[in-house]
């Protein structure tokens, strides 16, 4: 599982096209959104919200659209099926990718926590503990929920819905607060993980506080998903 876990590490930070989802992606909307007016975000310092947002959307970019695409097309060019033949097993897969996925977290919260920081953020300080809690859990339930994806459909679906996927999740709690969100559309989005991430890394950032409602939700989707993906992930096709 380690060594599976170093080899996608390596992988994904030598890989271009990943960093620009990863890595700029977020850092454009972080500086988007710090600087202008639109959208909405409601109360509290806008460049701590657009900070506490990008870092979600850096988790949702690395651990499910980047896992997705990578995964389905390893899947479909006979890498995965190698990988069978091993005594990793399907656990050992999803636990080594989610371990990657916490590396470049991490590369990826340095990033755009300095940059931030040089916007003007300023988190609080007690909230820095629930936030690492916030987005080490919301890497576990969005590999899980890639590796289903990538696991069960063809590479070419899995490209095609990983980012329509990112483009939803986006606007769907990730940097807009369900609270922000027009009717009952807020009330759906703080049960995705895409609200329940985002909801609470601002809470965590912003208020100090444990955001345990949005912890439980994504908890609930992140075994839901480990446990479907050991279920119906398969190494070929």
């Known amino acids: 599982m380690l060594a599976e876990a170093r080899f996608e590490a390596r992988a994904l930070l030598a890989n271009g096209e990943q960093l620009l989802v990863s890595v700029v992606l977020p850092a454009m ?5 710090a600087l202008t007016s639109v959208p909405e975000l409601g109360p509290g310092r806008r460049v701590d919200l657009a900070t506490a947002g990008a870092l979600a959307l850096g988790v949702v970019s690395t651990a499910f659209t980047g896992q997705a695409i990578a995964t389905g097309f390893d899947r479909r060019s006979g890498v995965l099926r190698l990988l069978g033949t091993t005594p990793l097993g399907r656990g050992g897969l999803l636990a080594g990718k989610a371990v990657a996925v916490l590396s470049v977290v991490a590369v990826q919260v ?8 040089a916007l003007g953020a300023r988190p609080d300080p007690a909230g820095l503990l629930p936030l690492v809690v916030t987005l080490v859990l919301g890497c576990g339930t969005f590999v899980s929920l890639a590796l289903l994806l990538a696991g069960t459909l063809r590479a070419e679906a899995v490209l095609a819905i990983a980012n329509l996927a990112w483009v939803l999740l986006l606007a769907l709690g990730t940097l807009v607060p ?18 329940a991430l985002g909801d609470a890394a601002r809470t965590a ?11 439980a939700v994504l908890a609930v989707w992140g075994v839901a998903g480990a446990a479907l993906a050991a279920r119906f992930f398969r190494w070929s096709g």
């Open 205 to 215: 950032f912003l208020d100090g506080g444990w955001p345990w409602g949005s912890l």
């Open 29 to 33: 909307a972080l500086v988007a959104i």
């Open 110 to 117: 340095l990033v755009l926590g300095a940059l931030g920081l």
């Open 178 to 195: 369900t609270d922000e969100l027009p009717g009952a559309l807020g009330d759906v989005a703080a049960l995705l993980p895409s609200g």
